[in-house]
């Protein structure tokens, strides 16, 4: 397992930023693959873009041009850059991980994490995001 610490959520308005963080208790070599996810009340969690061990990532294409997530392994930090927030992006934000290391070892990071949470082992306990007009 490996414990997950989302930071940076808040309120904001439509066309704001913010950077959401989430540090991790294991290097992001150990593990391969990462993301984030996203509920809003009502909904089903929904991925909203998942990163590998080489930098690689993929993005829902609701955020696409929007959002950019990266990975500082100097300080095990996982980021989610938000740009151009929408209403539509109100949420809560969690970060996800395979402790594992299959998902990338087997080639399937970047396609698989995005199909569903029920992909990942780990998660964090969330950041509030909210946007309004």
């Known amino acids: 397992q490996v414990e997950l610490v989302e930071s940076g959520g808040g309120s904001v308005q439509v066309g704001g930023s913010l950077r959401l963080s989430c540090v991790h208790s294991?290097?992001?070599?150990?593990?391969?693959?990462m993301a984030w996810f996203r509920q809003a009340a009502g909904d089903e969690r929904e991925a909203v873009a998942v990163?590998?061990?080489?930098?690689?990532?993929v993005y829902a294409d609701s955020v696409k041009g929007r959002f950019t997530i990266s990975q500082d392994n100097a300080v095990n930090t996982l980021y989610l850059q938000m740009f151009s927030l929408k209403v539509e992006d109100t949420a809560m934000y969690y970060c996800?991980?395979?402790?594992?290391?299959?998902?990338?070892?087997?080639?399937?990071?970047?396609?698989?994490?995005?199909?569903?949470?029920?992909?990942?082992?780990?998660w964090g306990r969330g950041t509030q995001v909210t946007v309004s007009s």
């Open positions: 294991k290097p992001m070599h150990t593990m391969g693959c």
């Open positions: 990163i590998d061990n080489d930098g690689k990532a």
């Open positions: 996800a991980a395979d402790p594992s290391g299959h998902l990338y070892s087997g080639g399937y990071c970047l396609t698989h994490g995005m199909t569903g949470p029920t992909t990942f082992g780990s």
